[in-house]
């Protein structure tokens, strides 16, 4: 026994001292890395590194990125399967890797990985952007002040972008700004671009693309550049969705989703928005006249404007194979809007010293009504980036507007406006790679637009109390417009340098056509538009860009109708039929600069327009008689008046110090120099101006997100109009509950009740002093959202992304 248990004890130590001896052999060393999103370059934080070791059966060791994306874990020498992995992305695995000593791994990019994802979609959770050469990204995030709003919200919390009270859109103060939806006209837009985008709900919105210096690509309308709105689409397995309601007051109400199913190789989508929405509003004029026998006036205008509507985007993807899908859909507009409008008109006599005074009510019906037809076909070869698409759409809008105008409580005028409009799009694209950094771009687009404008006005007769058709006041026209292009463009990558050339050919043909009066002109418009987008990267976190192009304006089909539309017995809206395009050379040169916890976004630009239309006052050879007294009729219209330079500086800035607190900021300031006369009169104008933007999010205790947004703009002036600055401010909280399925957010917006236009106007033959506010004050909203089978993304340290300065052609 005790030879039996000698023996077992020298085989314990001999064992024991053997492995003792293998652990003394073994030892750490650091291994470290870098984890990105291959798509938007940012950090991945809380991705996970595990270290397999097959001998043992077991993950040795592992750990976790931080908010940079880094890892650095002490692991024992050996040989491993090293796994990088991250909720919803595809795993990297590095197989028998020898580990031995100190080592960096590099850069792992992953990517979305929509088989493990199943049925769960990833909400962004925060605004990035990425920096392309001919356009900047902006994926649209949480942003709290837009929940349960619209379109024309998100877009003005967009850097670079404004929208004004009445929904008017403009780019770096330039309101000739081309919107467009997945890189279309779309009958999300209409015949009211102003009006549908306030119907579409932001939820539908997956990406904003500002695009300040588009390549050949794209169209050549609008002087101040394009918008491309992205809407929400996924393509991952399963259902999916989200539903929106929200109430407010002014009274407001609204519901809106979004549903995607995907089974196999068939894609189902529909985005619906049903909308109600009570507005307040004011206008006051008070207008000076030179003569003393033509009286003041002092006018002022007060109206409840209620919309309601349904919008709706139905479609079908097709992937017919790995490499070739068919998408398909419907997009159909109902929208319904009452103006009751009430019209108050004081006038002085200055030579009797009395007054005057007089109502008019013009209660205005409005019915919208688009449906559009869209079709695409994707074709992606063996070769990367090398495709041929093809797009058609047809698209057909109604707008029926009819007003009963009272004068002192007299129903006197009955004004109809009726308007059709169809659209026929025609276009293709074709990509071909040339070696591994180079691509040729070839493309044609046809843009076939008819649209006819049916104005009666019918005047009450005293003598036999019946309405009777004014034939001085009422017209038909018929507008055509015909776009045809070509284009071609070339991009390469050398090194550190990307660029991408192109040169794009338009064709326009315009008739206008007048049954009325019979005249009838045609018009043909030639145009080449060069592009000019280059690129140079001087590290992974600083690059150069530089972009020149140049555009076109040309006249929409209401500034060219002759005939007077009336908001007022003294004021009215007259076109011009000889109104010719307007050319824009614009050039740009931007940096970024990304930091730790700062990313600086900035640009220098200039652009030159000829043959500029604007909109100018002056006074007509007609009068109206408002008791007894004799007034000239004032008409406002578009003209060309000679050359534009506008140059000026942007600053975009993200700033986030901690997890819980960020920071973005827009300033744009600009000067603005314009040489030109109008009927003799001098309307050059020399101003200097800017516009500025504030968010900042905050995450309270039980995390609770407060974000406020302020906004300005500058004071501008020109040959008849002085406007002042204006100053906006909104507020919103919102907290998740329900494991992030759900949100309830609460915002205001213009809290302090400042944003309202004032101006002052001096023509030839009088000054005026005029205030708009077209939202009346402050607003309230509350919204609630559910997310089935959708999860947002977890926020990341950071802010604005770079991108890869790519081509993306």
Not at 415 to 441: A, C, R
Not at 461 to 477: Q, V
Not at 707 to 716: A, K, L, M
Request: proline share 3%; no cysteine.
């Amino acid at each position: 026994m005790t030879q039996k248990y000698t023996l077992l004890l020298f085989i314990f130590f001999l064992f024991t001292g053997f492995t003792f001896a293998q652990r003394a052999e073994i030892k750490e060393v650091k291994i470290s890395g870098n984890v990105i999103d291959k798509e938007t370059k940012l950090p991945l934080e809380y991705a996970t590194i595990a270290f397999f070791n097959k001998n043992q059966n077991k993950i040795v060791t592992g750990g976790i990125t931080n908010a940079k994306g880094d890892f650095n874990i002490p692991v024992p020498t050996g040989t491993y399967d090293i796994t990088i992995e991250y909720i919803s992305f595809k795993t990297i695995t590095i197989p028998n890797k020898i580990i031995s000593k100190n080592e960096n791994l590099g850069v792992f990019s992953l990517e979305i990985n929509a088989e493990t994802l199943a049925e769960v979609e990833i909400i962004a959770e925060k605004t990035t952007v990425e920096i392309k050469l001919d356009k900047k990204i902006y994926n649209v995030g949480k942003d709290l002040t837009v929940s349960g709003g619209n379109v024309s919200d998100v877009l003005d919390n967009v850097p670079s972008v404004s929208v004004d009270a009445d929904g008017n859109v403009a780019l770096r103060g330039n309101d000739n700004v081309r919107i467009l939806i997945n890189g279309k006209p779309s009958g999300l837009v209409g015949l009211n671009s102003t009006e549908a985008l306030k119907q579409l709900p932001a939820e539908a919105i997956e990406k904003v693309e500002v695009i300040t210096s588009p390549s050949a690509r794209y169209e050549a309308e609008g002087t101040a550049g394009i918008l491309n709105i992205i809407l929400r689409r996924s393509k991952l397995q399963g259902l999916n969705g989200s539903v929106t309601t929200n109430i407010g007051h002014p009274d407001a109400a609204g519901i809106s989703g979004n549903i995607n199913y995907r089974t196999g190789n068939i894609n189902l989508f529909n985005t619906t928005s049903y909308r109600y929405q009570e507005t307040i509003g004011r206008w006051y004029n008070d207008v000076k006249y030179f003569e003393d026998n033509t009286p003041d006036l002092d006018e002022k205008r007060d109206w409840l404007d209620i919309r309601k509507g349904i919008t709706t985007n139905t479609g079908i993807e097709w992937y017919i194979n790995d490499s070739a899908s068919l998408t398909t859909s419907v997009v159909y507009r109902d929208n319904n809007s009452e103006n009751n409008s009430v019209n108050k008109l004081v006038q002085f006599n200055k030579i009797t010293n009395t007054t005057s005074e007089s109502e008019r009510k013009d209660p205005e019906k409005e019915e919208d009504k688009t449906i559009q037809y869209a079709l695409n076909f994707t074709k992606n070869f063996k070769d990367s980036d090398h495709k041929l698409t093809f797009d058609f759409q047809y698209e057909d809008s109604n707008e029926d507007l009819n007003s009963l105008i009272s004068i002192d409580g007299i129903e006197s005028e009955i004004i109809t406006t009726l308007e059709n409009q169809s659209n026929i799009l025609l276009q293709s694209d074709y990509v071909v790679p040339i070696g591994e950094k180079s691509q040729i771009e070839l493309g044609y687009r046809g843009d076939f637009t008819t649209r006819s404008t049916d104005f009666e006005v019918s005047l009450l007769d005293p003598e036999s109390g019946n309405f009777i058709i004014n034939n001085n006041l009422t017209n038909l026209f018929n507008f055509k417009q015909y776009n045809t292009a070509v284009y071609t463009q070339f991009g390469s990558k050398i090194d550190k340098f990307s660029y991408l050339l192109g040169l794009r050919f338009e064709n326009t043909r315009i008739t206008l056509d007048q049954p009325t009066t019979g005249d009838f002109s045609r018009k043909k418009i030639n145009g080449l538009f060069p592009t000019v987008n280059i690129n140079y990267e001087m590290s992974d976190s600083q690059s150069f860009t530089i972009g020149y192009n140049r555009r076109i304006r040309r006249p929409r089909g209401f500034m060219l109708n002759p005939f007077p539309s009336r908001s007022s017995i003294t004021n009215v809206f007259q076109g011009n039929p000889d109104l010719n395009p307007t050319f824009s050379s614009t050039f740009e040169i931007g940096y970024l600069n990304k930091l730790d916890k700062l990313t600086i976004s900035s640009s220098i630009y200039y652009s030159h327009s000829t043959e500029v239309m604007t909109f100018a006052s002056r006074t007509t050879d007609e009068t109206v008689i408002v008791d007894g007294e004799e007034f000239p009729v004032i008409a406002r219209g578009p003209i060309n008046l000679g050359e534009d330079i506008r140059y000026g500086f942007e600053l975009n800035l993200n700033y986030s110090p901690t997890r819980k607190w960020r920071v973005n900021t827009d300033f744009n300031i600009y000067k603005f120099e314009r040489e030109g006369e109008f009927n003799g009169i001098d309307l050059s104008a020399n101003n200097l101006t800017w516009r500025a933007r504030l968010t900042n999010k905050f995450t309270l205790p039980y995390d609770i997100d407060w974000q406020t947004n302020i906004n300005f703009r500058g004071p501008s002036q020109d040959a008849q109009n002085d406007r002042k600055g204006i100053i906006s401010t909104n507020l919103a909280f919102s907290k998740d509950f329900l494991k992030e399925k759900a949100s309830i957010a609460f915002n205001v917006r213009d809290l302090f009740n400042t944003a309202f236009f004032s101006n002052d106007i001096t023509a030839e033959t009088f000054t005026a002093y005029q205030e708009i506010q077209f939202r009346g004050g402050r607003t309230f909203n509350l919204a609630f959202t559910y997310r089935f089978n959708q999860k947002k993304k977890r926020e990341r340290q950071g802010g604005f992304d770079g991108g890869d300065g790519g081509m993306d052609m």
